[in-house]
């Protein structure tokens, strides 16, 4: 359509109305459609999912006339996503963050102090690990969402059949336990691979149970390869051979889900998802007694060593991208869907499998309706983040990343001398700290 001078497109309005529109060839501002892309991993409980993609995004257009676009991918390849959307300038105007990624994409996130401070607030304050990963100094470089967690889901009847009334306490006893399973054709399943939940999930709090850690508190000397570690290197490889599925090296954040579902395995450090899939499903996953597989499931903290019991918490981060030409609907759209109302739809959809990012959802009725969940509630309260004993930042971030400390461990297991290992991984954690 050929150009038209501002003053013709005066004269077309006053005397031609929808003419004039029509001449000039742009809609009336009013009628411009407000859109946000949200991009999230791909939720292990499918119906939060289906709420955010249907009822919610419904709500969202007749609460705030925001056309909401959620979009959904593997988490495994959000990382490249996030990083190839700042690098074009180009993309989801929110982005999920898991863990400490925030802490990596700092400078090139919006600041949403005013609007994570408000929201804090008005849910009771923020456990110590949301603040942590949201802040960059005084600078808040987003909005935390949800935490999760990890707890072993073991089968109950499969344990007692091996002698054990309750799940082993600490790692000397699992070790026990873990042969006597392994030997019956049902090992304990985990992953030693490039996974971005359960590895990092399972060996941190690992490490950290043997006295071993990254770096100093001061976040700057590197002390990996200590006596610590190598002792936890030592224990992990006679762990791995003789109470693992030695299949785990190659395993993501789903196979171990499958293969607990499946029968293959007796145990695996997870979220809620198998247990929440099995009682959805109880005609699908039975036992070999042909009874409802969630009956015979119940979760344990991972066990203690001689340096305590720890967990990595599942830290969920909406992080406002600041190339995004939206961000006032952007972070419109985010004070609605932490508003109660909004936000209680979506963590009842999640039955357990996470605790909000504020205190108050601690106190909310999804934790009474099933006992077998309700030790996931608190999980926030005691976790460590990655980088301990410095704090979760870039580098630490990097660090996790790389899977550095995953694959210490990977190599171990695959014939590297656990000294070797050790000194390897405080190489590539020290590279990583000097950048």
Known sequence: MARIARRRVLTLSASGGMAAILASGRAPAIAQEIGVHWLRWADFVPASDTLLKGPITQECKKALGITLKVETVNANDLQSRITSAIQSGAGA????????????????????????????????????????????????????????????????????????????????????????????????????????????????????SFGGKEVEADGKTVVLNSKETVESIKYAVTLWKETMDEGGLAWDDTNNNRAFLSQTISATNNGASIYIEAKKKPDTYKTEKNTPMWEDIRHAPIPKGVAGQYNSPGVFTDMLMGYSKNQKAAKDFLRWIHSKPIYDQWFTSQQGYTSGATKDWAKHAVWDVDPVLKPFRDLPQYGRLVGYAGPPDRKAAEVVSKYIIVDMYAKAIQGMSAEDAAKWAHSEVTKAYAS
Not at 103 to 130: C, F, I, T
Not at 158 to 178: D, K, M, Q
């Open 93 to 208: 105007d929110i982005i999920m963050g898991f863990g400490n990624w925030p802490q990596l994409y700092g400078q090139s996130l919006a600041d949403v102090g005013d609007l994570a401070e408000e929201l804090g607030k008005a849910g009771g304050g923020y456990y110590d690990v949301s603040r942590q990963i949201a802040m960059i100094g005084n600078k808040w470089i987003g909005v935390p969402f949800t935490t999760g967690g990890a707890m072993i889901a073991y089968r109950k009847s499969w344990l007692e059949e091996a002698g054990y009334a309750t799940f082993p306490e600490t790692w000397e006893i699992f070790r026990e336990a873990g042969k006597k399973l392994k030997a019956k054709g049902r090992p304990i399943g985990q992953t030693a691979g490039h996974t971005f939940g359960d590895a990092p999930g399972w060996w941190y709090p690992f490490l950290w």
